[in-house]
């Protein structure tokens, strides 16, 4: 499963002419400040260490404050996980916050499939809302998933083995994940600063 090689060079090539040193070009450096996503992955690694997980009511708020603050997630999506997050007993905080634990330090597919699990109870299991902390935990190893660029880039690239389904199921996130890991392998290193920056450059390249 890869993308097409051929289309991606030309948009490595099309990209590096508008913006030579890729992420490093000042352009870019100017648009990839209104996305925070340094200050946003110290944020997540301060706040979604194991020690930190042990404090289940602030672990909670500072999910809710890092999707709240990512550019990454629509803005219709932020309240209704603030709002899911307050209503949740304590049972069920300690089962999110536990979900996300896994994800992070664990096992990572029962954690993903958990959380899956308990954001269905309030109608939130959207691929931004599962995979934003992750990819902003592990920037250069987890994706983020944003369902319109997902599509596009299996379109265009012409990925025939993976097909996308609005409900997040592990098997479409490790197929997407290892899809982008290893396409950014084939390119310039200054096109994946983060896997944030290199799905960036895709989608600029799709435009």
């Given amino acids: 499963m890869a993308l097409n090689k051929q289309k991606l060079k030309l948009a490595e090539a099309h990209f590096l002419q508008c913006y030579p040193g890729g992420f490093a070009n000042p352009e870019m450096q100017a648009i990839g400040k209104k996305h925070r ?18 404090n289940i009511n602030v672990s909670a708020e500072n999910m809710v404050k890092v999707v709240s603050r990512s550019s990454m997630v629509s803005m219709f999506e932020k309240p209704k996980f603030r709002d899911f997050v307050g209503c949740l007993n304590t049972g069920d905080r300690e089962f999110m916050v536990k979900s996300l634990e896994q994800m992070l330090h664990g096992q990572q597919q029962a954690g993903f499939e958990a959380m899956v699990d308990i ?35 299996i379109r265009h690239f012409e990925v025939e083995e993976l097909f996308y389904k609005p409900l997040p199921s592990w ?28 799905s960036g450059f895709l989608m600029i390249s799709m435009g």
């Fill in 37 to 54: 996503v340094d200050k946003m992955t110290v944020l997540a690694q301060e706040s979604f260490s194991e020690i930190a997980l042990g």
């Fill in 119 to 153: 954001l269905q109870t309030g109608k939130l299991a959207k691929w931004s809302i599962l995979t934003i902390i992750p990819a902003y935990f592990s920037p250069t190893v987890d994706v983020f998933v944003k369902p319109t660029t997902a599509k596009n880039v």
């Fill in 171 to 198: 098997s479409f996130y490790t197929g997407y994940r290892d899809l982008i890991n290893s396409a950014k392998r084939q390119v310039d290193s200054g096109l994946s600063p983060s896997n944030a920056a290199f």
